[in-house]
């Protein structure tokens, strides 16, 4: 894919049109030795550059990403995701109105609606550069094996619980401009983007592709974000984490999915560490991200901590092969919030 030139960070005098895709963490004159590994050197400068060009004109960043991670998130070597960690204003709020939901419909063990019930219309907003899925231009192919994704775990068929909602195609926009493509991330384009193509209302699902900068794989709203900013609801996605599309080990289709979860209230499974927690009782305390596939993780010990690490969870950042399930709790949480927040399509 060809690299934009025309993302300028003023903050990084003396660089010129760098952008994200511009940073290459190889320190020699060929990406074919042994192993392809990036130098310290490189790593260091690639690293610096990253974080220096999320801070300007407002990038998006991903808020549990460590400094010295940026590196790896920015060839995609991890797991990455933009969505906002609520604040504790939000976090109190939000767990008052939602508990209190549960509570009135004793649902923590088992969700509300029926399984498959809530059916949510999903406008897929593909943004390119040009023709061609290395510019952007997603197939219909990829858009309909998306969605298969989504119902397989969303109703539990790929090994977890059950939840109550069901995906179907509303439409497909096609939108060809470079600007949005490459610099999705930054907070004025988004929004420039969004409320030129956002459709429907709080129950309808619009999934932005495009090629974000910063390794940012996707990012979400939370569903008691529409009252005040509609127009931003939505997930965006990269494009080629699509299933097919060429971002492996993350191709599967399962940024998708767990940006999804966050659009319909779920948060992290490692949020606020050990202890914090993600307001769901049934998923296992854990201090921070997993990435890769590490089996038998178990960051948080003792008694009050049983079991392993949730890496196999679709809010953790494991890769796609990794995670395959919601549990029984995130599907009642889940049902909550979109019960609270988001009525109708």
Not at 30 to 39: D, G, K, Q, W, Y
Not at 178 to 199: P, R
Not at 234 to 243: C, D, K
Not at 308 to 324: G, H, R
Request: with cysteine.
């Amino acid at each position: 894919m060809e690299r934009s030139t025309g993302r300028v960070c003023p903050a990084l005098s003396g660089w010129g049109a760098l952008t994200h895709r511009d940073i290459d963490l190889y320190d020699g004159p060929s990406h074919s030795e042994e192993a392809c590994l990036p130098s310290p050197r490189a790593l260091s400068a690639a690293a610096l550059a990253a974080i220096a060009l999320t801070a300007c004109e407002g990038s998006r960043t991903d808020p549990n990403l460590a400094a010295s991670d940026q590196a790896l998130a920015a060839n995609h070597q991890i797991r990455t995701c933009g969505t906002e960690t609520p604040s504790a204003t939000e976090l109190a709020r939000v767990s008052r109105e939602v508990d209190a939901a549960l509570r009135t419909s004793n649902a923590e063990l088992a969700a509300a609606r029926t399984a498959g019930s809530v059916v949510v219309p999903v406008w897929f907003h593909v943004v390119n550069q040009g023709a061609g899925l290395a510019n952007g231009d997603v197939p219909q192919s990829l858009i309909d094996a998306q969605l298969q994704v989504l119902n397989d775990a969303y109703a539990g068929r790929s090994g977890g619980a059950p939840t109550a909602f069901t995906f179907t195609l509303a439409g497909v926009t096609r939108t060809t401009n470079a600007t949005w493509f490459g610099s999705c991330d930054v907070s004025s384009v988004e929004s420039q983007m969004k409320t030129a193509l956002h459709t429907g209302g709080a129950g309808t699902l619009n999934v932005y592709t495009c090629n974000p900068g910063g390794g940012l794989l996707g990012w979400a709203t939370f569903p008691w974000n529409y009252a005040s900013s509609p127009k931003m609801d939505g997930v965006v996605v990269l494009f080629s984490s699509l299933p097919g599309g060429g971002a492996a080990p993350y191709d599967e289709g399962d940024t998708g999915t767990h940006e999804v979860g966050h659009w319909l209230g779920l948060y992290h499974t490692f949020q606020g560490g050990c202890a914090g927690g993600d307001s769901v009782s049934d998923t296992n305390a854990e201090r921070s991200a997993a990435y890769g596939c590490p089996t038998g993780r178990d960051t948080c010990n003792g008694k009050r901590y049983p079991g392993a690490d949730p890496i196999t969870n679709f809010m953790d950042y494991t890769d796609d092969v990794c995670m395959f399930q919601f549990t029984a709790g995130q599907a009642s949480r889940a049902d909550a919030q979109t019960a609270t927040y988001r009525p109708a399509p």
